[in-house]
């Protein structure tokens, strides 16, 4: 069956270190990819998406992604964290691009200490 | 601020009970989702709409119905209630009705069966 693994389910930063979450998809044919962050009380927000071109993809708060065909794998990436990442990110697939089915991964929480 | 409105915020019910969860997508957005999010079972897509008919179908079951009515807003209706129920039940909106559109989600409803 599709699914999406996130390897970290928890990490644990410091301010100004660098972050990078791993995610892997199963699913052979042509995905869209996309990684949601969730703050502390708050809704899912879009942080990038990739659906094709680049493979670097840039999104918002300096955030980066970058989709690994060969891999199967769709990391999120930050140079440098601050106290407001903590939150959780989400790393999504649309499998059947004929229809909005998001399969999420189970998620990874990010605490990052001042 | 997504756009995307979710009443109830809070609701909580008995076993058995039978409650209805309403969400109002951004305007123009043709397509309404519904997502569950529980501690076990993660982040799960529940069900698509478009324009008033259902488009995809996820892990939902029996007991849970929904529907999108001419005015574009959708209800999930959930039924015979089990303590199982008890989750993070999100809306989310997107213009088109499927491939490369991006969802954008509400705040969610909280349910909790007891």
């Known amino acids: 069956a599709q699914s999406v693994s996130q390897h970290n389910h928890h990490v644990i930063l410091s301010e100004a270190a660098s972050l990078e979450l791993g995610c892997n998809y199963s699913y052979g044919g042509t995905v869209n990819l996309f990684w949601y962050v969730q703050y502390p009380g708050q809704h899912l927000q879009l942080l990038l998406k990739?659906?094709?071109?680049?493979?670097l993809v840039k999104g918002i708060k300096g955030f980066e992604a970058e989709f690994i065909k060969s891999k199967f794998s769709f990391n999120l990436r930050k140079p440098s964290v601050q106290w407001s990442d903590t939150a959780e990110y989400f790393c999504a697939v649309i499998l059947n691009t004929g229809f909005q089915k998001l399969v999420f991964g189970t998620g990874t929480r990010l605490l990052v200490s001042p | 601020d997504s756009g995307v409105t979710q009443t109830p915020k809070h609701l909580i019910t008995a076993t058995g009970q039978r409650v209805t969860l309403r969400c109002s997508p951004r305007s123009g957005d043709l397509s309404v989702y519904w997502y569950q999010q529980s501690l076990d079972q993660g982040l799960q897509f529940l069900i698509h709409y478009y324009n008033g008919e259902e488009r995809a179908k996820g892990n939902i079951l029996e007991r849970f119905s929904a529907q999108q009515f001419p005015d574009l807003h959708s209800e999930l209706n959930l039924s015979s209630l089990e303590l199982g129920d008890s989750a993070l039940y999100f809306c989310a909106s997107s213009e088109g009705r499927g491939g490369t559109d991006t969802q954008y989600f509400g705040p969610g409803t909280r349910l909790t069966v007891l």
């Open positions: 990739y659906f094709s071109g680049d493979p």
